[in-house]
């Protein structure tokens, strides 16, 4: 398994942006696909976005598509989320997660995850 580390989470006001950024030891970082989750007080931990081996394919909640970016460097062992637009339901505790085995956005299928980072988006 990769350990993974996020940062760059913070509070900001609705509207305006923020990077968070996953980083993984290992040299097999490479073969896992990404993905990043979150999870609000009193609510269940929610797939936000994914990515591919390779960065091929990519896949986003409905609620963040066109605000949100998912990337990848496998030279560096990171995974980013760069999120744009930003509003106070975005707040929650962001999560990095690896998964090695099909294609599958379910938080169940990815069994490496991050310590968290809170995002807190004003109004």
């Known amino acids: 398994q990769v350990e993974l580390v996020e940062s760059g989470g913070g509070l900001v006001q609705a509207g305006n942006s923020l990077r968070l950024t996953c980083a993984a030891s290992?040299?097999?970082?490479?073969?896992?696909?990404m993905g990043w989750f979150r999870q609000a007080p009193g609510k269940e931990r929610e797939f936000v976005a994914a990515?591919?081996?390779?960065?091929?394919?990519?896949s986003y909640a409905d609620s963040v598509k066109g605000r949100f970016t998912i990337t990848r460097d496998d030279a560096k062992n990171t995974v980013s989320l760069q999120m744009n637009s930003l509003r106070p339901e975005d707040t929650a505790v962001y999560y990095c997660?690896?998964?090695?085995?099909?294609?599958?956005?379910?938080?169940?299928?990815?069994?490496?995850w991050g310590q968290g980072t809170q995002v807190t988006v004003s109004s």
């Open positions: 290992g040299r097999t970082f490479s073969s896992y696909a």
């Open positions: 990515i591919s081996v390779l960065g091929i394919r990519t």
């Open positions: 997660a690896g998964s090695t085995g099909r294609w599958n956005t379910s938080p169940t299928a990815f069994g490496s």
